[in-house]
Structures are given as C-alpha cells and as structure tokens.
C-alpha cells in the first residue's frame, strides 16, 4: 500500500511564502510522477505542478512565477515552494504521486492540507 503525507500548509498573508512537503511511503518500486492539485471551495480540483522522475516540470498558468515543485528521489518526497501568494491560491492542496509497486501500478493521493491566504 502507498502512502503520501503531506505537511506545511496554513494560514499566510497575501504575499507570502509556504513550503509544502510529500512524502511517500511503502513497498514503491518507482515513483514516475509527483504532482500537487489544489481545491477550492465549490470549484473542480485543478493541478498545480508536477514534476517527472527526469525532473521535467509543469505549471498551471495562474501559478507560473511564483510556485517551484522539486522533489528529491533518495526521499520520496515532493516539495511546493509557493512564493507572492494571493487569495485566491486558498485552497486545499493535494499531493499525487504514480509509479509501479511489485503488484502493478498506483496512482494515490494523500489526505489534503488546507493553505489559507488572507489578511
């Protein structure tokens, strides 16, 4: 069974920073891909970022400039630097990770953390 934790959100003023933290844990055999979704009240989820196990990255538009997503491998552990935040970035933030265990495939989320911005 895959598991993700996810850490570091919160309540931050408008213009500034939070670090978000994934870890995965158990019988991984490859972690592919890591990404973070975000959802709003009343609003779809919507991806943020994600990054490859190449290290190849992609942003949604609204948050291009100001979140950076990295990951460290030796870890299982994804990070999202999310710096000149808005109030509009609140939301619950989800993180995703999909790989192969020795049984096959796995797409899983964690839990979700709320990260609030506001004055």
């Known amino acids: 069974q895959v598991q993700l934790v996810e850490s570091g959100g919160g309540l931050v003023q408008p213009g500034g920073s939070l670090r978000l933290s994934c870890v995965v844990s158990g019988s991984i055999f490859s972690i592919h891909a890591m990404g973070w979704y975000r959802q709003a009240p009343g609003k779809q989820r919507e991806l943020v970022a994600a990054?490859?196990?190449?290290?190849?990255?992609n942003y949604a538009g609204s948050v291009k400039g100001r979140f950076t997503i990295s990951r460290d491998n030796a870890k299982n552990t994804s990070y999202l630097q999310m710096n000149s935040l808005k109030p509009e970035d609140t939301a619950v933030y989800y993180c995703?990770?999909?790989?192969?265990?020795?049984?096959?495939?796995?797409?899983?989320w964690g839990q979700g953390i709320q990260v609030t911005v506001s004055s």
């Open positions: 990054i490859t196990n190449g290290g190849r990255t």
């Open positions: 995703n990770a999909r790989g192969t265990v020795v049984a096959g495939r796995y797409d899983s």
